[in-house]
């Protein structure tokens, strides 16, 4: 049985545009604390100006030692 994303916390890459926005809003929706990363700092801007409920964060996720360095951050900020 499904039981949704309320009190869930979900991590989106290349989350600051497009699908990864739309499914980023879905999940604060439906009561789960949103990251979304992305390398698109005007994206990211954007995404800031318009959900600003979801956190943002600029990583390169084809650089393993940024991916390591968010994956430390988000577990401390999101639990």
């Given at each position: 049985m499904y039981e949704g994303p309320e009190g869930k916390r979900v991590l989106?890459?290349?989350?600051?545009?497009?699908?990864?926005?739309?499914?980023g809003q879905q999940f604060v929706a439906e009561g789960?604390?949103?990251?979304?990363c992305d390398v698109d700092e005007t994206a990211l801007s954007t995404l800031r100006q318009t959900s600003p409920e979801i956190r943002q964060t600029k990583v390169d996720v084809s650089?393993?030692?940024a991916v390591?360095?968010?994956?430390?951050?988000?577990?401390q900020t999101l639990g």
């Open positions: 989106i890459t290349a989350g600051a545009a497009g699908l990864g926005t739309t499914l789960a604390r949103v990251q979304c650089d393993p030692a390591s360095r968010t994956f430390d951050e988000e577990h």
